[in-house]
């Protein structure tokens, strides 16, 4: 049985951050590490404390809408969001409720940041396949813009790293019928080792001074924590683990590194993205085969990968029979990669 995409959608807000909206940010930069926090020409920003749930609930929408399908069709939901004004419950019931999906459908949140979106695909896939489903719908959210409420979780706007991260959402609808894609396979690498050197803690912002500059009522944000250690994993990740996976799932698929015809990446940093894309040339993927969008919407977390595949499907600029390959590294250490046909 073939399994894929039914519908494949991206969310964004309409308010528009560009890169001179934080040069605020520019004296608080570590010496030395201007390339790691390179801003984003633009981000998109929702600034509400109900980010997450304003985003979740029209990208859901939208993906059914453009599957021509209703929420009773729909029989698993899978749901991941980073930031937003709870850290549970976390965003799935919310979908649930609000969009009036059966009160028998499961939902199951999952937290692997970054990688959550192809996680979630993958899962949805066996789900499918096992018969006990017949539509799962995925949905990522990432809304870590300014917060007003006390419990809410976004980044610190004192904090560097604030240029880069931007809001959005991404939604899928995976089914048998009338698929825009199938899957083909999924590989994996888990990393254990990030654990003690990579992390998102609540804390007081970082440069109180910048407080009134940033726009910020809130006297906390998420710190991102990582050392020099987890820098030069970053800058190693596609000789080590990047093309390792692509191989891992080509050759579950039947196919080598020659067939692939788009990777679309995940762009954690742009000083990341960029050394990843060359390791990948190094490797034998043409320039042109790499899809990233960082200029466009900066580190947009768990929405990457749906948003770059949502906007390249929605303009038909995905040729039949093109292999591609997602790959979404995520915080911890999560590092799936899934190959898929575009019918």
């Known amino acids: 049985m073939k399994v894929g995409m039914e519908s494949v959608v991206s969310y964004f807000p309409e308010k528009v951050m560009k890169r001179s909206d934080f040069a605020y940010l520019d004296a608080v930069i ?9 801003a984003a020409d633009e981000i998109r920003r929702l600034d509400d404390e109900h980010a997450v749930e304003i985003l979740a609930e029209n990208v859901t929408r939208k993906a059914l809408n453009n599957a021509n399908l209703v929420a009773s069709d729909i029989d698993f939901i899978i749901a991941a969001n980073i930031g937003g004004r709870r850290v549970f419950p976390m965003i799935g019931t919310y979908i649930h409720e609000h969009v009036a999906f059966n009160i028998e459908t499961p939902v199951v949140n999952i937290q692997n940041f970054c990688a959550s979106f192809v996680d979630g695909l993958n899962l949805a896939w066996k789900l499918v396949l096992s018969g006990a489903y ?16 006390r419990t809410g979780w976004g980044i610190d706007q004192t904090n560097p790293a604030a240029s880069f ?8 609808i995976v089914s048998a019928e009338n698929i825009k894609c199938e899957f083909l396979s999924y590989a994996n690498h888990t990393l254990g080792e990030l654990y003690d050197h990579l992390s998102m803690e609540l804390m007081p912002n970082q440069n109180p001074s910048l407080k009134e500059k940033a726009g910020v009522k809130s006297d906390s944000g998420i710190y991102i924590a990582m050392d020099e250690w987890f820098i030069e994993w970053g800058m190693t990740l596609g000789t080590k ?6 191989k891992d799932a080509l050759t579950k698929a039947g196919l080598t590194l020659s067939d692939l015809n788009m990777v679309f990446l995940h762009h954690a940093v742009d000083m990341f993205t960029k050394k990843w894309i060359q390791d990948g040339i190094e490797a034998g993927i043409a320039k042109g085969k790499w899809k990233e969008a960082f200029n466009k919407i900066g580190n947009c977390g768990n929405v990457d990968v749906a ?15 093109s292999i591609i390959a997602l790959y979404p590294p995520g915080l911890g250490g999560h590092t799936p990669c899934m190959v898929l046909k575009w019918l």
């Open 30 to 38: 570590p010496k030395g590490q201007e390339a790691l926090f390179k």
């Open 307 to 321: 948003a770059m595949l949502a906007d390249l499907s929605g303009k038909k600029e995905i040729p039949s029979g």
């Open 134 to 149: 017949k539509r799962v719908l995925v949905v990522a959210v990432t809304a870590v813009g300014p917060v007003t409420s």
């Open 165 to 172: 991260f931007g809001d959005g959402s991404g939604a899928a």
């Open 241 to 246: 683990h990047m093309i390792p996976t692509l």
